[in-house]
């Protein structure tokens, strides 16, 4: 039985599995017991079947996880139209990349679409809304090109948050992207309507 061990503390890593496997890429139940059995890890797998395995957040970037998702669900519980998920879940896009977004949130209408079997796994669906913390591991360009595919497969909007630089690049559909310096607050609307990341306790 093939094993492989990765060691990282400071960069995501991309592995290539192809000679251990007989198909180019694995298949959606392959990459699911990749994962089962390598629980400790973050893992993605990008559209062309690159798996990437990524260090795990370093303990400033998860409080601020968890603050940028406290905003997001008490928003939510209020609103009630949608469901938050935190960057521990996969979604497989349209392209076949699965993908974990740092927050993500889905319209409640769409998840609900999904059958069980499909909740359960990587929902084969694209959040409506997510955002991307950079950690001092994540290089910029690297995000940027992973924002870009969110919104290539159907992410209506996207914040980019780049502690380093105090700067919010904000994605959407058909727009240039807009980067806002050391913003107090980020107006998601329309698409959240009524919520705005405080961006005090994320910087």
């Known amino acids: 039985m093939a094993s ?3 060691q990282s503390t400071m960069m995501s890593l991309p592995i290539n599995l192809s000679s251990l496997m007989t198909l180019p ?4 139940q392959q990459f699911y017991e990749f994962c089962r059995t390598n629980p400790d890890l973050r893992i993605e797998q990008t559209a062309n079947g690159e798996v990437i395995v990524m260090s795990p957040a370093f303990s400033d970037t998860g409080n601020r996880n968890v603050k940028i998702s ?11 139209t949608g469901e938050v998920f935190d960057s521990s879940s996969g979604f497989t896009l349209p392209n076949g990349a699965i993908r974990s977004p740092d927050t993500a949130w889905i319209l409640s209408e769409r998840w609900n679409a999904l059958s069980p079997k499909e909740r359960s796994s990587f ?7 997510v955002i991307e913390l950079r950690s001092s591991s994540d290089t910029l360009s690297g995000l940027q090109e992973k924002m870009q595919e969110y919104i290539a497969q159907g992410v209506r909007l996207g914040l980019l948050i780049d502690r380093k630089n105090l700067k919010v690049h904000v994605y959407r559909p058909d727009r240039e992207v807009e980067v806002l310096d050391n913003p107090e607050l980020v107006s998601c609307e329309p698409e959240l309507s009524g919520f705005g990341l405080k961006m005090a306790k994320i910087w």
Do not use: R, T
């Open 70 to 80: 406290q905003q997001l669900c008490n928003w939510a519980d209020g609103d009630g």
């Open 123 to 129: 929902a084969p669906i694209v959040p409506d809304f």
């Open 4 to 6: 492989l061990l990765i």
């Open 25 to 28: 890429k694995m298949s959606e």
